[in-house]
């Protein structure tokens, strides 16, 4: 069994009607829905309301993978339970971070860059594969059309990925590295740039495909009690 | 000074009377133009048609940079220049390989991968730049128009590029890795994807800004006589 | 299945009464012996006495992944056995090459580089896991004593690997990169130095687990029928 | 001019005797004395228990590039001040962190990794070049001595270098990647392994060039007056 915790900021999707119409069930709830079709996935979903932020000890180290789906309120995950994310992910936890989490504090904190980027809503996205032999590609058509979803564009301020799997071609004349690996520690990362909430992105066969390809890669072949440290030998 | 070759296999210009009108002097003629504005660059021309191709001995070993652009003739190539070149590369040579060279024999030989893509004439680009501290990006802006290019689309099927420089997009619907660096020996090299032999785009100022920076980042600070050989120590 | 091709020169074990003291069975037969501990591997043996130097159309679209040991007779492979093996793996052919296979003509014709190093017989080495959560490196300990192998150092002329999994220290005072990783078009290739001919180190428990991981990482996700192409799109 | 800040902890000189034997004018004072041979250099010190810790706002903006040492007090840089050298190095402003300054706050936060080592007293170290081609390498021999060097090894757990340019060989048994450099945001870093307190390695001719020549690369060729932020386009 892989362990997953899809951890969700759960605000526009309470706060919002236009957003609630779309995911009722939270975006947390859609993807919960989507990974379940997998037998060995044992799927758990955290908030940020939930006691400790959603991000106890005790949930975190039995999650082989976490998933983080943030906006509006990145600022408010403590600083402590940042720490505590990324420390299970240097002893060896999947960490996969969707769309506007490339601004959360979990994921800026593990690529140690501003992780900044350009941005427009409401346009439309061409989503290309660029390294067909990568685990996470597998089933994965050459070109996965995303008819409405919000542009990220270049520059990017990420440090170079392990793997560059993904690029996006947007509509409005923006390009993007939209699905990146990265190696911290022990944990191996997956930044996956679609997932807007005004759309059903992840519902598109291929985007589950790639959810459930990242989980299966990103699930530790390692995984230690706390982060490496230093060792006099 | 850097030493500065262009070879260019001269074809389309020669052949095709409206490829003759907007590069009446060859390509090679308007990549030196551009490159004379640097003082201490000393530019040469070879083409395909010169007695050894352009290609000798003499020709490389007083070479600090290689410029290569080619399209129709890609075979014609002896498989022995292909050697000289290579061997001259992995001694230090800089190698600038533009547009349709990406389908070289020199090109292939130097990267081991089919270096195949997808395309389609008459199109248009967007140039992002995405790793602006680079050398070849100094004083080049966030992004270049090209109201007229042809298109190249991924996957790409180069090596992972030491560094992605710049990404391309096209109005299309295609991204392309337009600007990306390797090491292969002790030589630097550079693919750039503009340049299609119908449009002048070299003479667009940030892209004449690229092809010196790029220069200037491929001169060797090493050059051996030869390529590095195994050594018993 | 896993359909693996183990292809060895097999020269010194035929021609030298020491070595074929070391490896009656050649290297491929010490290799197939450890391979075939694993249920869902489908086994091949092939040298280059064989019929086509067993690198026949029919072998080379039968293998998932081929496995390399070569040294004294390098050359002896045919430019157009070198093509056929380098379009295999650019169409999706797993290739792990092993120590002396580093100056093979297939696996120079994949990296583009001049593969060279600097060697001394006779001395020992340890092998250190440096990126502990690639697969390849899945319950390997940290350090291996191999207490005989060849001494190869840096630098080792290759290009930038995807992956360094294992550096190599050598009691006479140098240090390789010993495992590392690459990709050509949508193949997986894996090189990795232990194995000279005259110790048996592939019978270490350690590198048996090596072997085996490569060639389950190396095994193709996507494997076509020829190598990617020019597409006009 | 290239502005440079050496910023040294300055702990070891001033409270162990026999570190003040080796260093009387403190590690920086010795950095210092060595970059100051450059014509182009410009060069100020700062140290833990200067005013602010020695990283105002007034200095950092001031500095081109920000060489760090650091040991025993690693901890004892506020979290402000390390937030202000990341959003500097995130600005443009070079990085190059010296030996034990691998478990800095600073370094840590840059690379987002734990940076753990494993480490014993009283060793050497046989420096090889890898990757003689780089800037940083110019100049340099294939392997340098170190008679008395800090045994760092493997496993190092950074993130995957832009580039290793250096790995090092330790008489006790194992080997580092003892110089690597990265890119975060619009800033270039350096990680230098040689440099412990007990030995003047710094003195040695062919370190002085690395770390001149690391300064000249780690130099801005952007340099913002902030961070990169989010730009809606």
């Not at 236009?18 to 859609?30: D, F, L, S, T």
């Not at 997998?38 to 006691?51: G, H, N, Q, S, W």
């Not at 022990?186 to 996956?192: A, E």
Request: proline share 6%.
């Amino acid at each position: 069994m892989i362990r997953i915790t899809i951890w969700n900021e759960y605000e526009h999707e309470r706060t919002i009607p236009a957003i609630a119409q779309v995911y009722p069930e939270g975006i947390h709830g859609a993807l919960k829905s989507i990974l379940s079709e997998e037998k060995d996935f044992e799927i758990r979903c955290a908030t940020l309301e939930d006691e400790d932020q959603g991000l106890s000890e005790e949930i975190l180290s039995n999650t082989d993978v976490l998933i983080w789906w943030s906006h509006a309120r990145q600022d408010d995950v403590t600083d402590e339970n940042v720490r505590k994310v990324v420390a299970h992910v240097h002893a060896g936890m999947g960490f996969i971070a969707l769309h506007s989490a490339h601004f959360s504090k979990t994921f800026r904190a593990l690529m140690g860059t501003p992780c900044t980027l350009n941005w427009r809503e409401n346009d439309s996205e061409k989503l290309f594969c660029i390294l067909p032999s990568h685990p996470i590609a597998q089933g994965v058509p050459q070109c996965i059309d995303l008819p409405h979803e919000e542009l990220y564009g270049e520059p990017f301020f990420i440090p170079k990925p392990d793997d560059v799997i993904f690029l996006g071609w947007f509509a409005g004349g923006a390009v993007f590295r939209s699905g990146c690996t990265f190696t911290r520690g022990l944990g191996r990362i997956f930044y996956f740039q679609p997932g807007h909430e005004e759309y059903r992105n992840y519902d598109i066969p291929a985007v589950r495909r790639i959810l459930k390809n990242a989980v299966r890669w990103a699930a530790p072949s390692v995984r230690l009690d706390s982060p490496p440290d230093n060792v006099r030998i």
